[in-house]
């Protein structure tokens, strides 16, 4: 890099706001699963908007290319530098407004998810996005990647949590959109373009976002399901029975519960009987027993309409976690027993029994004796829809047909007007995919407000169209 333009980014965070030490910038550089590996010239932790403004009007400048990066927990690859100045948020941390009666708080980009429940929990208040990264992932990196989690059945995806945003534009210019506002008909809603927008059109640098009642009861079970058709009837059955109560509804397929229990320690089986299919549910309510009731009553239904075989209730929240356990360890499980394909789809509800069904049998007749482990969070269409290499296959070898794979999966979920990617992004792994899939008006559109903000593609330029 320049090294008049170095100096300037220097200058522009001050001090405490750069490095170029190769052992503290290594661990941003790394994918946690070791997927993608990175390199930069310098490592730039802003401590302020203005801070992160300044950097970025001098990338703008000199054309110097920027990769944001919250807690590096994206599994897309698209928070890794190839040579791009890496824009690390993790220093703004601040808790700028909290406003319990209006329900909202106001947190900077660097702050993790968990951290952001914390504060909410401590005001008596509910932020409900939650995912096993939580302790890492950042606001920013939730906001880029609109993710989506456990709870989405019930509050949304993080686009539906966020009330106002504060960004720092591709010409360093800031977007003061902290509006704490539910209702603002002014015309374009801009701060929708920037969520989800995997740090192609802007630097998050805080969000205004919506809390939520303090749940005063949570009921965990697993059941056994014959049928991904009864699982959906169950789901039917829950929403009818709790009247919005279900917060949770994880589908799990044998061989990924199979898995998990031999590969992860200390887990066991949760039912005596064994059924193709599990689901995890969670039901909270606002009374203090109402979900154990309403779990008590839902149970009952669905036991004398012969939709589940077999239930366990988690008696303590010790048993509630280990239930979860089994759900968010299918991918660490995948891992240990060879790795594999993921794909990471969305589905209309209805669509997915006949989904499951084909495609299996066409992976199956393509590549015989892979091991199929397909689970994740039914209740908002959404499968994790992952591929182990058959006992005994070289895992590398397996990994290198990845294409192949996803192509028989791809095709279908898009024959049914299914998504390639529902919660994770594009990233730099699923951008040339998407082109395959995605309308082409609708890429033509991306293309036109990226080159509006961004005419010189600065802000991550390998990501995204
Ligand atoms: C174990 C595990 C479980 C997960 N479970 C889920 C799940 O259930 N649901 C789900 O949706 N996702 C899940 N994820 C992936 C999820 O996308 C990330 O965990 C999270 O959203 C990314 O946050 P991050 O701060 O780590 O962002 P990073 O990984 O650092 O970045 C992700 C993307 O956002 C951009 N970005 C980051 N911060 C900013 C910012 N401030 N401004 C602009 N762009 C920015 C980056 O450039 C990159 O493109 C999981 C990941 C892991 C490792």
Redesign the pocket.
């Known amino acids: 890099m320049d090294s008049a333009a170095l100096a300037e980014l220097k200058a522009a965070v001050g001090t405490d706001g750069w490095t170029d030490d190769a052992e503290r910038i290594g661990p941003h550089l790394v994918?946690?699963?070791g997927a993608w590996s990175g390199r930069t010239p310098i490592m730039l932790t802003p401590g302020s908007t203005e801070q992160v403004a300044a950097a970025v009007r001098v990338c703008a400048k000199h054309g110097l290319a920027i990769?944001?990066?919250?807690?590096?927990?994206?599994?897309?690859?698209?928070?890794i530098p190839q040579g791009e100045v890496l824009?690390?948020?993790t220093r703004?941390r601040a808790v700028r407004r909290i406003e319990p009666l209006e329900d909202v708080m106001v947190v900077e980009?660097?702050l993790?998810?968990l951290e952001a429940q914390q504060v909410a929990a401590g005001a008596d208040r509910l932020f409900p996005l939650?995912?096993?990264?939580?302790g890492?992932?950042?606001?920013?990196?939730?906001?880029?990647?609109?993710?989506?989690?456990?709870a989405v059945l019930r509050y949304g995806?993080?686009r539906d949590l966020v009330l106002g945003l504060e960004?720092v534009l591709a010409d360093g210019s800031v977007f003061h959109g902290l509006k704490r506002l539910r209702k603002d008909n002014t015309g374009y809603d801009l701060k929708q373009l920037?969520i989800g927008?995997?740090?192609?059109?802007?630097?998050?640098?805080a969000a205004a976002l919506k809390l939520f009642p303090m749940m005063r009861s949570r009921a965990t079970a697993i059941v056994g399901v014959e049928t991904v058709e009864a699982a959906l009837s169950l789901l039917a059955t829950a929403k009818d029975e709790t009247g919005g109560g279900v917060e949770a509804f994880e589908l799990m397929n044998r061989q990924g519960l199979e898995l998990v229990l031999a590969h992860i320690p200390d887990t066991r089986a949760p039912l005596e009987t064994e059924t193709p299919w599990s689901v995890l549910i969670e039901l909270v309510s606002g009374e203090p027993g109402g979900a154990e009731r309403g779990m008590e009553r839902l149970l009952e239904a669905a036991f004398e309409a012969g939709l589940i075989v077999d239930a366990a209730v988690a008696q303590t929240a010790g048993q509630a976690a280990q239930f979860w356990r089994l759900r968010?360890d299918m991918?660490?499980a995948q891992k240990a027993a060879g790795g594999g394909w993921k794909h990471?789809i969305s589905l209309p509800l209805t669509e997915i029994p006949n989904f499951i069904a084909e495609t299996d049998a066409a992976l199956q007749m393509e590549f015989p004796g892979i091991r199929q482990v397909t689970f994740g969070?039914l209740g908002d269409g959404n499968l994790h829809y992952n591929v182990v290499p058959p006992v005994g296959e070289d895992p590398t070898a397996f990994a290198a047909r990845r294409d192949e794979g996803a192509r028989i999966v791809h095709d279908r979920v898009a024959a049914r007007e299914g998504s390639i990617s529902?919660?994770?992004?594009l990233?730099v792994l699923k951008t040339d995919e998407a082109l395959r899939y995605k309308d082409p008006a609708q890429v033509a559109a991306m293309r036109a407000v990226r080159q509006a903000l961004d005419p010189q593609r600065v802000?991550?330029p390998r990501?995204l169209f």
């Open positions: 994918e946690w699963r990769t944001p990066q919250g807690g590096n927990t994206g599994l897309v690859g698209g928070q824009l690390s948020l703004m980009a660097g993790t998810l939650s995912l096993a990264a939580e890492t992932a950042t606001i920013g990196g939730v906001i880029s990647t609109n993710a989506g989690g456990t995806v993080t960004a920037l927008a995997e740090g192609t059109l802007g630097v998050v640098t968010e991918s660490a990471d969070h529902a919660e994770h992004g990233g802000m991550n990501v």
